[in-house]
T-cell receptor, first 114, second 111 residues
């Protein structure tokens, strides 16, 4: 089944404790992206990647890191989480180079930083 | 990236046709218009995409006038399960870049 998976789905952590949220897709998509969603602010893009070893900042990259060493994986790293990073995070992927730029989203990771 | 403007919320009743309009006055020549649907605590789901005139699939229709400065998502005969947030996005996706979702339209369907 074609899908985007994220782990963990729920995470409660403390300020400053490094964490990684994994994202994996099995559709051989070039493009992958991370979003955060907060009440009243909609979906905001954190980072995106057009292919292996190619990443770029979205609208809200501060406090986050990403890497794209393999085509299927795009982990989101919070080196020193802070309470303002408490949010619902989504990973997404899509094909490039054609008009049907349909993004497939993962199930989401709800992160709480205390 | 073209900025989009949508109504914050809309209400309708089961069985009605619902039209959600999105304004994108600064749309560029190579931009496509894409609509997503999102249920609470789930990732957005692609609904439909178009460049001009009319596009129809099994879920919805997308109407785009000749000047392309707006678009209308049409949901025929809605049901309670169509209650969701709907996002209009505009961008040149073939070159891949930042994607901006905007605030979306919260659609509530009543029995």
């Amino acid at each position: 089944e074609a899908q985007v998976t994220q782990n963990p789905r729920y995470l409660i952590t403390v300020t400053g404790k490094k964490l990684t949220v994994t994202c994996s897709q099995n559709m051989n998509h070039e493009y992958m992206s991370w979003y955060r969603q907060d009440p009243g602010l909609g979906l905001r893009q954190i980072y995106y990647s057009m292919n292996v070893e190619v990443t770029d900042k979205g609208d809200v990259p501060e406090g986050y890191k990403v890497s794209r060493k393999e085509k299927r994986n795009f982990p989101l790293i919070l080196e020193s989480p802070s309470p303002n990073q408490t949010s619902l995070y989504f990973c997404a992927s899509s094909l490039l180079g054609q008009p049907s730029y349909e993004q497939y989203f993962g199930p989401g990771t709800r992160l709480t930083v205390t | 990236l073209a900025k989009t403007t949508q109504p914050i919320s809309m209400d309708s009743y089961e069985g009605q046709e619902v039209n959600i309009t999105c304004s994108h006055n600064n749309i560029a020549t190579n931009d496509y218009i894409t609509w997503y649907q999102q249920f609470p605590s789930q990732g957005p789901r692609f609904i439909i995409q178009g460049y001009k005139t009319k596009v129809t699939n099994e879920v919805a229709s997308l109407f785009i006038p000749a000047d392309r400065k707006s678009s209308t998502l049409s949901l025929p005969r809605v049901s309670l399960s169509d209650t969701a947030v709907y996002y209009c996005l505009v961008g040149e996706y073939s070159s891949a870049s930042k994607i901006i979702f905007g605030s979306g339209t919260r659609l509530s369907i009543r029995p």
